[in-house]
């Protein structure tokens, strides 16, 4: 299958990438920056903008795909709620000039391409639950969620057409690493804690007392979904699915993993509370069941296991530095 993934230089982007190469798809990697990351051999990279259609039409989108892995996005939930506008260009009209593009592809091949998007249980909103099915009645409580939302329903609409055939996977906290590809972003939990084990941050921020519960899927199950994901949409048909381990870990637990995996204990300081939901636990049977998807790495000991191993490559003396703190994490 000819595939393009695009936000291929992102951490689950090129993870997927790589796996579909392995898998021996022939793989287009579409990234913003040639220089930004290396791929499997024979992955061929091409660079374009997603708001930028000419760069699009230059980068061959519209010659046409089989199957299509859509992870270019604006992910960060608390930044969305300051620049708004901002995170519906680049997941609203982003997705739109990309479905613009394959299109022309379908028109010129007569091939109704695959469409994965990477979507986000933030379309849920701030909810206290425990098995979210994907039934829940979505209700975004800041941008980037909403934005995600209406990328989705625009999806879903495409697919009515009959020009694609589209799945959304929803996915909760995606973290591990696999063959060195480490999540560098230490806005999130994982590898914030990272970063104080290793030394390169001084002290980890805990919203309250650091009882919420979240769940995690590893990176590389992330992966296998996607490809599962490709194999079985089908032209005119928008599903939906979660993809998480159905486990819940705290933010305490979380910490206690690094610690524990690392050997380093992991400093720590409670701040006052900010409002989060104390739960937010998807149940993904549904994939499990269609697709026979499964989540083998994504027990927290493994996923911090794989993360601690290839982040301690990404830099830091063991030293801690002395004015430098990461953000309260939710």
Not at 22 to 42: I, L, N, Y
Not at 101 to 110: D, F, H, M
Not at 226 to 246: I, K, Q
Request: with cysteine; aromatic share 6%; proline share 6%.
């Amino acid at each position: 299958m000819r595939v393009l993934v695009t936000g291929a230089s992102g951490f689950i982007g090129s993870v997927v990438a790589d796996a579909l190469a392995a898998a021996g798809h022939a793989v287009t990697a579409m990234v913003r920056d040639r220089g930004a990351s290396a791929f499997a051999p024979g992955v061929k990279v091409v660079v374009a903008d997603l708001l930028d259609p000419p760069t699009l039409t230059a980068a061959g989108v519209e010659r046409g795909f089989d199957g299509v892995c859509h992870l270019a996005a604006l992910t960060r939930v608390r930044e969305s709620r300051t620049a708004p506008l901002r995170y519906f260009q680049a997941n609203l009209t982003g997705t739109a000039n990309l479905l613009a593009a394959l299109e022309v592809g379908t028109e010129r091949t007569g091939v109704a391409p695959a469409f994965v998007f990477g979507s986000s249980c933030a379309v849920y909103g701030d909810i206290d639950l425990t098995g979210v099915p994907e039934s829940r009645r979505p209700d975004p409580s800041n941008p980037y969620g909403a934005s995600k939302l209406a990328a989705e329903r625009l999806l879903a609409h495409q697919a009515g057409t009959g020009l694609i055939g589209a799945v959304i996977l929803r996915s909760f906290n995606v973290a591990g690493a696999v063959e060195g590809r480490f999540d560098h972003d230490d806005s999130r939990i994982i590898p914030a804690a990272i970063a104080v084990a290793s030394g390169r941050t001084e002290v980890f921020r805990v919203n309250g007392d650091g009882q919420a519960l979240r769940e995690y899927v590893h990176v590389g199950d992330m992966a296998t979904a996607y490809r599962m994901a490709l194999e079985v949409a089908g032209p005119g048909r928008c599903s939906v699915y979660n993809v998480g381990s159905g486990t819940g870990v705290s933010v305490i637990d979380v910490l206690a993993a690094v610690g524990r995996i690392s050997g380093h204990p992991v400093r720590r300081v409670h701040c006052p509370p900010v409002a989060e939901p104390k739960a937010l636990v998807g149940d993904s049977q549904r994939i499990r069941t269609e697709l026979g998807w499964s989540s083998p790495r994504s027990g927290i000991d493994q996923i911090v296991a794989d993360a601690w191993r290839h982040g301690r490559a990404a830099g830091g003396t063991g030293v801690p530095p002395r004015q430098r703190n990461v953000p309260i994490i939710t």
